[in-house]
């Protein structure tokens, strides 16, 4: 599990340790404010938390940071780079990807061809490269079928390759969800709650399976996540929401001791 604990302070933003900066996005549907002047920062190596309870803004949050959203004001700095108001497929060239609360299955695919649909700028996509450097869609195909085989395996999936995906469980599709997203070799990859609806056991290999490539990939990983034992445990530091706005961040010890959290929670109503 990544110890490193760095929250946004409103400092530097060009730090080296930090991969991911948010600053002062903000982001209105009508009269809502969804988010509201966020500022946040996830240090490189990192397994950043968020939580907050129902309606608190999480998930407009992420998706303003993986550009499924377009913010109204404010900035997100991936790498040193400004990326705020790029679409989801820029964003994962260059180097960040995301999953979603409910994995979307795709229809008439094996478990291992949803493998393949994560890699970006595949050479096969191409005509001309198809026509004209086929040698290089050949050595292309080769190595993402060799990293789909190691991330199956690495996740225990490998045996269910050519399998409908469609068959997999919800928590087995949950697992290959995050295999997929490892396809693009990202630096920041965010989750959105990668345990709802599975059951305990599954909840702690998901765990394993994140610390794992945190530590040996040195991945840095922002997570929502409503299981408050979950994230306690795996995460460090944690930022709370609370109706849009940061309400604090820290340690768990920090967070869970903050009288302000439990009372956002106890008052908490609506979409998160």
């Known amino acids: 599990m990544s110890t490193a604990s760095y929250g946004y302070d409103g400092g530097d933003l060009e730090k080296p340790d930090q991969v991911l900066t948010v600053e002062n996005l903000r982001k209105e549907f009508g009269a809502l404010i969804a988010t509201e002047d966020v500022s946040l ?9 968020l939580i907050g309870p129902n309606g608190a803004g999480k998930s407009t949050l992420f998706k303003l940071i993986s550009g499924f959203y377009e913010p109204d004001a404010g900035s997100v700095t991936l790498n040193g780079t400004d990326i705020t108001g790029w679409s989801p497929d820029r964003i994962a060239r260059r180097g960040m990807t995301r999953t979603f609360q409910t994995p979307r299955r795709i229809e008439g695919m094996t478990v291992r061809e949803n493998m393949l649909v994560g890699p970006q700028n595949q050479a ?14 050949t050595r292309d195909e080769r190595a993402n079928l060799e990293r789909a085989a190691d991330l199956l395996e690495l996740f225990e999936l490998d045996h269910l390759a ?3 995906a469609t068959d997999l469980s919800g928590g087995q599709f949950k697992l290959l969800e995050l295999a997929r ?11 959105d ?8 056991a ?8 994140i610390e794992r490539l945190n530590r040996e990939r040195e991945l840095t990983i922002f997570i929502i996540e409503h299981d408050i034992d979950f994230i306690m445990e795996l995460a460090d530091p944690i930022v ?4 849009g706005r940061v ?8 967070v869970r001791t903050d009288d302000r959290v439990m009372e956002a929670y106890l008052g908490g109503g609506g979409e998160s």
């Open 162 to 164: 050519d399998e409908p």
């Open 124 to 137: 096969g996509e191409s005509i001309l490269s198809t026509m004209f450097r086929p040698g290089r869609v």
């Open 202 to 209: 599954l909840a702690e290999d998901l765990a394993t399976y």
């Open 193 to 200: 709650e990668p345990v709802a609806g599975v059951n305990p």
């Open 41 to 49: 920062a996830a240090e490189r190596g990192s397994i950043t938390g």
């Open 240 to 243: 709370v929401l609370d109706q």
């Open 247 to 254: 309400l604090t961040e820290g340690s768990p010890e920090t």
């Open 181 to 191: 997203a490892m396809m693009v070799e990202p630096d920041v990859l965010l989750l």
